[in-house]
């Protein structure tokens, strides 16, 4: 009996002894993937701006479409943070904000706009692909961030391969345009890497609304002057374009790619946007007929291959 009591007691502790806890995959685990494809999404949304910009100066002049652009998001991105209720943010973070006002809400779409004056789409497209080697050195000096060795020779690479494009393109002789574009790169570098940080501390689309809320002061008289100032044709294209800029490129483009950068670091996700100058090139060709440069196949898989080595090289 006792045999039989031990034998029972066993059996039943076999049965009811507890499975191992299954693990489950940390958020940290999931957060490079998620942040890759959001960042994606905003290098996607960022490739039809140069287009946009385009079409919306079809109908009106560059002061306006800018001014418009902004006064436009400001009013969506204004009207998001008061359905939300979302908190002012705090004292902090306010020289932040006003560094990705001043970069991307203001500076980078004025000067390309500029630039699209006297440069093809295409061409603009190309110089601008020197934007993920300008933010990763200033986030660099920003954050004391120190990407790998490999990193910064694949980043120095695909630098390489749009600076040679480009002046196979332009004939090797800057024009005021690629000044403007130059320019450019500079003001927006800042703001993505203020806005990569901040990001951290709020949700992307808060560090964008605020901004464009920061510079509405600025954008709205800036609007009323430009209006009186330079012609306005309202075409299909034009409204088309204008919209684009101030819901897909200004809104839902900085949302997705403040929030991939926050996840992935501002470095990694800034080499995804070599490949926004050849997202650029086929809508140049699809949406305003412009010639497709011949070498733009090669330099279109030599910038790929640059990708697959900075999203492998550890920072």
């Known amino acids: 009996m006792r045999a039989n009591n031990s034998a029972t007691t066993l ?8 499975e191992p806890p299954r693990t489950p995959q940390p958020a940290a685990a999931r957060a490079p993937r998620s942040g890759a494809l959001l960042a994606s999404l905003g290098v996607a949304a960022f490739s039809l701006t140069f287009p946009a910009t385009a ?29 939300g209720r979302v908190r002012i943010p705090e004292r902090r973070h306010w020289a932040g904000i006003a560094v990705v006002a001043g970069g991307v809400v ?6 390309t706009t500029l630039a699209l ?31 790998s060795r490999t990193f910064w020779i694949a980043s120095l690479a695909g630098a390489a391969v749009v600076v040679g494009f480009a002046v196979q393109q332009s004939g090797g002789a800057p024009s005021t ?24 501390h709020m949700p992307g689309w808060q560090v964008i609304g605020w901004a464009l809320v920061l510079a509405l002061p600025l954008t709205a008289p800036g609007a009323v ?7 306005l044709h309202l075409t299909a294209h034009a409204v088309a374009g204008l919209l684009w800029l101030a819901a897909g490129s200004t809104i839902l483009g900085m949302v997705v790619w403040y929030r991939g ?3 992935i ?18 809508w140049s060709v699809v949406l305003l007929g412009e010639r497709l440069p011949p070498a733009a196949p090669a330099a279109a898989l030599a910038v790929l291959a640059c990708i697959a080595v900075t999203q492998r090289a550890r920072g």
């Open 11 to 18: 059996d039943a502790i076999a049965v009811t002894a507890p």
């Open 106 to 111: 203001l500076g980078f779409p004025l000067l």
């Open 265 to 282: 670091g501002v470095s990694k996700a800034s080499q995804l946007q070599l490949a926004q100058p050849l997202l650029t090139l086929v």
């Open 177 to 200: 345009g690629d000044l403007y574009l130059f320019a450019a790169l500079l003001v927006c570098a800042a703001g993505y890497t203020e806005g990569g940080r901040l990001a951290r």
């Open 55 to 83: 079409w919306a100066l079809e109908g009106m002049g560059p002061w306006t479409a800018v001014m418009l652009r902004s006064v436009l998001a400001a009013v969506l991105a204004g009207g998001c943070l008061a359905a």
């Open 117 to 147: 004056q006297t440069s093809t789409t295409s061409h603009a497209a190309v110089v601008v692909g020197l934007l993920p080697l300008t933010t990763a050195a200033c986030s660099a000096l920003r954050t004391g961030a120190r990407p």
């Open 225 to 231: 002057v430009a209006l009186s100032a330079e012609p």
């Open 261 to 263: 950068m926050a996840a």
